[in-house]
């Protein structure tokens, strides 16, 4: 078991792309423990922080920067468009921050973030970054060593393929000198999972079944190699959108800004967004998504991930939504 | 997934003798996150809280309580024994306390708590009480209702049977009326948990592998009945000691304190305590554990529990270790 843990912390390593250093390993929660872990580490009561809330997943950061104490600044973003970099440095212009956090690939609203830009503008004002990469790990570029990010955090069920119940994240060197003081959570202490991961002392007793399958997972992903799988994934977007387009649909966010894992098509007008829904699930087994919050009722969420990202499925799709929209 | 959580709600109320209107779950994490989960819920910071500390996992929870700030008094009790009631009675008797811990079956030690005992204490001073129930839980009576307990909680690898990744806990009814400033966690929000499994409102993705085996592994347990389940157990246990006995070993808690799912074997003078584990096993394919702080060194650890509490076990174990012991 220990060496399965440190090949998985040398494969995560890799699929991140993390600076040397750096301490890449699975929490044993769900991606939104990973989110938790990152801001439990990071966050000290008074902190300033700066949210960018780009939908549904930036607003649950920036809820939990609150929760920890963090006195915290949003830059809410319209649903269905990137952060314009120019909000965070203007955010950033006035008293500055101690940590900006940031969704790469927004579930909610099959958005794209401009990730790299967005942590250079932060660390050049000396603040601390943490990347949501729960929907873009193993689908899009990740690089959190060109990034410059301190912490990266995805899940294990998205574009890695694996079930659900660990999320995989990586520590940049310098970010677990951590005060004990400040350290609330002692099921996500950074310092007590390093202690665990490398050196062997007990924490938690981890879940076997979910350490072989993440392994199994990531051997898949480096099988395939990360740029072919993120030309692949880039690949069965464009074809799906080529495919939509021809029954008339689009995707909501412009050009650049969208998802290769998450398409959020627009419901045209007068179709039955919830019917349709529940038509492809029961006679053609196929389940999208809704929208969330301001795009409830607006958009389909259509997922392409891992090994969901094939003509086959495109295919299917696009066949019993075209039955659907013209009866 | 909906109808198997309400499934598994049921049966964990059962499995736990859950008093009407509590809410039984599982944590999407381990024993310890089953711990947090309950601490970090009833826990304020200045709150007044007594720790029992009767090995590990004791001192686990105070570290806990601590972390979420509050005014922590222990009652240290040596390593090897249960907690006398009066210890409670007379750390109660001076300023009180709002919450009470203790562990039902003390991991480290192979010791029983006499829970219901310390819970009618507590409760007659007012204090809300936390009971660990990892090592307990589908093996010595647990009876949540009978104890008038706050929350119990477990894991799922142990008594239980299924892999480790999930946390049983029970909530009593009252417990749940929470104030929103307190709750720092996020994942382990009662109140979005709540939400969760009760109103189906999305909060995390549960771990569909791990939910699957958690049904399975209570349907086993009803299947057996959970008294001729605490009968084998406490068979076993007498099985083993029997055994035991005639290599001239004994376990270190006397009678009426032992656990029947984990027996603390006294290491006999002149024995090579790490030897005789590690040859376990390499050369016999069975793994004891080792004694914690202070009873490292001095005590075995032999686990019997859930589908491992078999005669054939016992059997095998003892086998070997006279081969080991007499050589």
């Not at 949501?132 to 393929?161: E, F, I, M």
């Not at 799988?229 to 029954?247: F, P, T």
């Not at 090994?307 to 086959?312: D, N």
Request: aromatic residues 6%; contains cysteine.
């Amino acid at each position: 078991m220990m060496a399965i843990l440190d090949d998985i912390r040398a494969r995560l390593a890799r699929t991140f792309r993390a600076p040397e250093g750096a301490f890449s390993f699975a929490v044993s929660g769900t991606g939104t423990a990973g989110m938790e872990t990152a801001v439990a580490n990071l966050t000290r009561p008074g902190m300033r922080a700066v949210a960018i809330v780009t939908g549904y997943f930036g607003d649950r950061l920036a809820q939990m920067l609150v929760r920890y104490g963090a006195d915290v600044t949003r830059v809410d973003v319209e649903w269905g468009r990137a952060c314009d970099p120019a909000r965070l440095e203007a955010a950033l212009s006035g008293s500055g921050a101690d940590l900006v956090t940031m969704v790469h690939a927004e579930t909610s609203t099959g958005v794209l973030n401009p990730v790299e830009d967005l942590c250079r503008i932060a660390r050049a004002r000396g603040a601390q970054t943490i990347v949501d990469a729960v929907t873009s790990l193993g689908v899009h570029p990740v690089d959190a060593a060109g990034w410059n990010a301190d912490v990266v955090y995805s899940c294990s069920q998205k574009g890695l393929g694996a079930p659900s119940g660990l999320a995989p994240v990586t520590f940049a060197p310098g970010t677990f000198r951590l005060k004990a003081e400040g350290r609330r959570s002692f099921y996500l202490d950074l310092q007590l999972l390093r202690d665990y991961w490398i050196d062997r002392k007990y924490h938690h007793t981890i879940s076997a079944p979910l350490i072989y399958a993440l392994q199994e997972a990531l051997a898949v992903v480096e099988e395939e190699g990360l740029e072919a799988r993120w030309e692949r994934h880039r690949r069965n977007h464009r074809a799906l959108l080529d495919a939509l387009s021809a029954l008339g649909l689009d995707v909501l966010p412009p050009p650049g800004e969208r998802l290769w894992s998450l398409n959020a098509v627009k419901v045209p007008q007068g179709a039955d967004e919830a019917g349709i829904r529940k038509a492809l699930l029961q006679d053609y087994g196929i389940e999208i998504g809704a929208g969330l919050g301001p795009l409830a009722g607006k958009i389909w969420r259509i997922g392409l991930m891992g090994s969901g990202s094939t003509q086959e499925n495109i295919t299917r799709l696009v066949s019993a939504l075209e039955k659907l929209l013209r009866p």
